[in-house]
């Protein structure tokens, strides 16, 4: 049985927020719900509902401190992609456990819950994050 719940979102660096902001609602009609600045790392995220999950475009500003510049490295395009876990500590152990690495700096408080890192490894040169499933009234489980 799988540990991954559901995929959550896919996360794109892009190097000028509103530009790409404006050119999703031009060409795609696609409309941000949310924009987040977490001034303490540096970053800018706009949120896009997509399907039963989400699209966030993620622009770096700086390195964040404590954490491998393998994820704010240079350059635009897909970062990772996410999932969602039921149970994220057990997640957490059962992937390191079977060799996965944690990215420094993970797990840490993300835009909307705990988050994980792991490093790209050999067949799969991306990196995955696991998040917390996040229950609130007016989400379906």
Known sequence: MSILKKFDHIGIV????????????HFFGLECREVMEIKDAGIRIAF????????????????IDGVDPIVTRPGA???????????FKTA?????????????????KGAHGQVA???????????????EVQHSPDMVA
């Open 14 to 25: 892009v190097y000028d927020l509103q530009k790409s902001m404006d050119a999703l609602l």
């Open 117 to 131: 890192f792991f490093y790209p490894t050999k067949g799969l040169d991306l990196l995955i994050e696991i998040c």
């Open 92 to 108: 957490l152990a059962e992937l390191t456990q079977k060799g996965l690495k944690l990215v420094k700096g993970f797990p840490r």
């Open 48 to 63: 896009y509902p997509l399907g039963s999950g989400q699209m966030e475009l993620i622009e770096f500003q700086q390195p």
């Open 77 to 87: 395009g897909v970062q990772h992609v996410a999932f969602q876990v039921e149970d």
